[in-house]
């Protein structure tokens, strides 16, 4: 079964506007991963969030996660135009030299300068 | 952060052919992952290539259509064979890093199979 169903599929914002998406998940988690990618190129890892921890920063990134709800929020601040991406979002069930990622569906962002 | 890139960047095959997909890193790494990216679609993963051992396939792949080499811990290869339309996706490949588990990509492979 899928897991990492975000939402929305599509957001469309102004530059200087926040960016808010959505991911669950179904299964239980060791941590929780965003990632940007560019026109169909290569991803970018963002941020990374661990099944004990409920938020997380970095820059204009702020993570959230509820394990209760198996579910996390992603937050650009501050849009730009260069955020226009899609975001993935990739849960990581096993520790250690698995690596294993289970990505979701996506958020295609579009900031309009 | 390791450095990764693929050739070649992208192609376009005649139906029933073969291409191969090469991944190499600038340090060595021991696990290294190819995944499918359909149109519009997100990732896929298709195998976890260890280096010294056979790739281990996920759910819906197999070892004759998707066969993977790891000869040393900087290099990989994934062929895909006897190619239909639906192969067209891209392809990329990824190294695992750190004790987390975040993953680092190449820039992929855009396949189109005609």
């Known amino acids: 079964s899928q897991q990492g169903e975000e939402d929305p599929q599509a957001l469309s914002i102004q530059e200087g506007e926040n960016a808010t998406m959505n991911c669950s998940y179904k299964t239980s988690i060791n941590n929780l991963q965003w990632y940007r990618q560019n026109s169909g190129r290569g991803l970018v890892h963002l941020i990374l969030i661990r099944s004990n921890e409920r938020e997380k920063h970095s820059g204009r990134l702020r993570v959230t996660l509820d394990t209760s709800k198996k579910s996390s929020s992603l937050l650009i601040t501050a849009s730009r135009a260069a955020d226009t991406a899609s975001y993935f979002c990739?849960?990581?069930?096993?520790?250690?030299?698995?690596?294993?990622?289970?990505f979701g569906k996506g958020t295609l962002l579009t900031v309009n300068p | 952060s390791a450095v990764i890139s693929q050739k070649p960047s992208r192609d376009i095959c005649q139906r029933g052919t073969s291409l191969t997909i090469q991944c190499q890193v600038d340090s060595q790494v021991t696990m290294m992952f190819w995944y499918r990216q359909q149109p519009g679609q997100s990732l896929t993963l298709i195998a976890t290539?260890?280096?010294?051992?056979?790739?281990?396939?996920e759910s819906g792949f197999v070892i004759d259509k998707f066969p993977i080499s790891r000869p040393n811990l900087t290099f990989s290869t994934l062929t895909v064979s006897n190619m239909s339309p639906e192969d067209s996706s891209i392809y990329l490949c990824s190294v695992g890093s750190g004790d987390d588990g975040e993953q680092y990509f190449g820039p992929g492979t855009r396949l189109t199979v005609t």
């Open positions: 990739a849960s990581s069930n096993s520790g250690g030299s698995n690596y294993k990622l289970t």
């Open positions: 290539a260890n280096q010294g051992s056979e790739a281990t396939y």
